[in-house]
């Protein structure tokens, strides 16, 4: 946790941290690096991302770049982690997709170190739509929210939701989840990620 007064501190050196990286003989490889990660990582509309005309301007966009990254390393309340079931859920598509949006680098910097890694993605995080738009997970999450208020779903309607992808893996594999997983073993990725979907909805149809 950064403390206040190291927060001060940080933000009063920004401005001589900005001039030496500038001023080095990568300077403006530095301001594009930063810019970049501030922009893919930090939620949006935070903060204007600007593109400067000269090493001036490039030096104090740094510096505003570096304070709006103390004050985000300083805030106390951490970004609320999403599962990949979550996920489904507000982005109104199935685990498998989530998974391959994943593998696909949709949501930027989020990286599976092994095939099966259970993995949580931050609210800041940015996801690449079909588009190219960037959007934050929290500006989904907020949607989903804001659309599910004027929905008015009721349980009923979305218990009736998951038995429906439920009946889905129940034809593609012709049978339950205890009769095709309960003691498989050798399962290749596309079973892998289907057992946990399945799973995972058969605990929210029992809730």
């Not at 946790?1 to 501190?9: D, F, G, L, R, V």
């Not at 997970?137 to 659309?147: G, M, P, S, T």
Request: some cysteine.
């Amino acid at each position: 946790m950064i403390s206040e007064y190291e927060k001060k501190e940080a933000i009063n050196q920004a401005d001589d941290i900005a001039s030496l990286l500038i001023n080095t003989n990568n300077g403006s490889l530095f301001y594009k690096v930063i810019s970049n990660f501030v922009e893919k990582s930090c939620p949006t509309n935070r903060l204007e991302i600007k593109h400067p005309n000269n090493s001036k301007e490039m030096e104090y966009n740094l510096a505003e770049l570096i304070k709006y990254m103390v004050s985000v390393a300083a805030e106390k309340n951490p970004p609320k982690m999403y599962t990949t079931g979550q996920l489904a859920k507000y982005f109104g598509v199935s685990i498998t997709t989530i998974n391959n949006w994943i593998n696909e680098n949709r949501f930027i910097g989020v990286k599976r170190n092994t095939i099966n890694e259970k993995i949580k993605i931050s609210e800041n995080t940015k996801w690449r739509s079909p588009n190219g738009e960037l959007m934050s997970v929290r500006e989904i999450v907020d949607l989903w929210k804001q659309n599910n208020i004027r929905r008015n779903v009721s349980p009923q309607e979305e218990i009736s939701e998951v038995e429906n992808v439920i009946k889905y893996f129940e034809s593609k594999y012709g049978g339950t989840y205890e009769k095709i997983f309960e003691n498989k073993v050798d399962l290749n990725d596309e079973e892998q990620r289907d057992k946990e979907e399945w799973k995972y909805l058969l605990k929210r149809k029992l809730k």
